[in-house]
């Protein structure tokens, strides 16, 4: 719609495509709009405070031979998450209102032993107080936007670029080169980007499985310079076809029947022969028979 209601021609279509590389790269920075991850103990905060982080299993639940095969999150008090009630070493059996009690880990925390008995937690998730979301998602539904817009212009430009012809194979060859480029490998690349910031992985059978918690931060920097890297070349390979793109000439053939009918109207083309002489002569051979 955009390029019939400009007007648009080859060079024009590569301008707009250049045009909506840039905003769509200034939109993906979107990506580093996030909520910070959660104190986590074990994670992002020792199970004790002050503590380096020293991974999930610590002194106050070396002995319960807690598995991360299920994330059960619970939180306690202090708003400190652990990831099962196993791992903030809750003995106590949870209550109706879904809180477990006797928990080592907590009163380690809180460096309050004797009070084992009130260190209790709440299952899932604390509360989180980011808004971000709501900020994040209308920039990134622009963002993809502004990815399709890209789509009808350089299907255009290829079917004006070919011979009548031979637009239907070199669609085809364009469509297969974007699949083979794109969709074989993005998945296994995309995937390896992702599992390169799991924090903590499930583990079934002693094999690792899916990724229960990702790094919020190192998510959005790897996304950030995968999106940066693909717009730019794009952007280059459209700037490339904008710079050798020579709009191709009249055909040859109207201009030469053009030439002709011209100077025939005026007189200057090849003499013509004169049809009386020749019907003169026909008519001398059928009186002779």
């Not at 652990?82 to 880990?105: E, L, M, Q, V």
């Not at 993005?186 to 799991?198: L, N, V």
Request: contains cysteine; proline residues 4%; hydrophobic residues 40%.
């Amino acid at each position: 719609i955009i390029c019939k209601k400009m007007k648009l021609k080859v060079k024009g279509m590569l301008r707009l495509n250049v045009i909506v590389c840039i905003i769509a790269l200034l939109l993906d920075a979107v990506v580093w709009v996030r909520c910070d991850l959660e104190d986590i103990a074990g994670v992002t905060v020792g199970y004790n405070q002050g503590e380096d982080v020293d991974g999930l299993i610590s002194a106050c639940n070396n002995n319960c031979s807690c598995s991360t095969a299920l994330y059960e999150p619970v939180c306690s008090e202090h708003n400190v998450q652990y990831f099962s009630p196993c791992h903030a070493g809750c003995s106590g059996k949870a209550r109706d209102d879904g809180t477990y009690s006797n928990c080592s880990c907590v009163a380690a925390f809180n460096h309050s032993v004797s009070h084992l008995s009130q260190s209790t937690v709440r299952k899932g998730k604390c509360n989180s107080e980011c808004f971000k979301m709501y900020i994040f998602l209308p920039i990134l539904l622009l963002s993809i936007f502004f990815r399709f817009i890209e789509s009808p212009p350089s299907v255009a430009v290829t079917l004006r670029c070919i011979h009548d012809s031979q637009r239907t194979f070199a669609l085809g060859i364009q469509w297969f080169i974007a699949r083979l480029l794109g969709m074989v490998p993005g998945p296994i690349f995309f995937g390896a980007i992702i599992d390169g910031t799991c924090l903590v992985w499930q583990e079934k059978c002693k094999e690792r499985a899916s990724c229960w918690i990702y790094d919020n931060e190192a998510l959005s920097r790897n996304f950030f310079v995968i999106l940066v890297c693909v717009k730019t070349l794009a952007a280059i390979m459209f700037i490339l076809a904008y710079k050798f793109y020579n709009p191709p000439a009249d055909k040859l053939p109207n201009v030469s029947m053009t030439v002709k009918n011209h100077s025939t109207e005026n007189g200057t083309g090849p003499p013509r022969k004169d049809n009386s002489s020749v019907s003169d002569s026909v008519s001398e051979r059928t009186s002779t028979f």
